[in-house]
């Protein structure tokens, strides 16, 4: 079945740096576009970032432009999000999407938090 699992969130100092992985499995990576979410209890789920097939194109939210970078990785079936001068409104869980460039379907993983405090 299809599985994405993200890890590598946790504690960061506001300033610091996270790296996020999703690994991918069930599912032909290549032919889905990946992306990242993020939610905070009470509230909409919101955009982050996304990533072509290719990796030639991201898009970006307003929010965290010029601080977060979207990558994959296609032999390895995986997605990151480096996330660089975190701070504390950056908190959330946050989770990682698999939309398929045709037809619908959108798949998502359970979601790792990150907390931005001092």
């Known amino acids: 079945q299809v599985q994405l699992v993200e890890s590598g969130g946790g504690l960061v100092q506001p300033g610091g740096s996270l790296r996020l992985s999703c690994a991918v499995s069930?599912?032909?990576?290549?032919?889905?576009?990946m992306g990242w979410f993020r939610q905070i209890p009470g509230k909409e789920r919101e955009f982050v970032a996304t990533i072509s097939v290719s990796g030639g194109s991201s898009n970006y939210a307003d929010s965290v432009k010029g601080r977060f970078t979207i990558s994959r990785d296609n032999a390895k079936n995986t997605v990151y999000l480096q996330m660089n001068n975190l701070n504390p409104d950056d908190t959330a869980v946050y989770y990682c999407?698999?939309?398929?460039?045709?037809?619908?379907?959108?798949?998502w993983g359970r979601g790792t938090q990150v907390t931005v405090s001092s």
């Open positions: 999407n698999a939309r398929p460039v045709a037809g619908p379907g959108v798949h």
């Open positions: 069930g599912l032909t990576f290549r032919r889905y576009e």
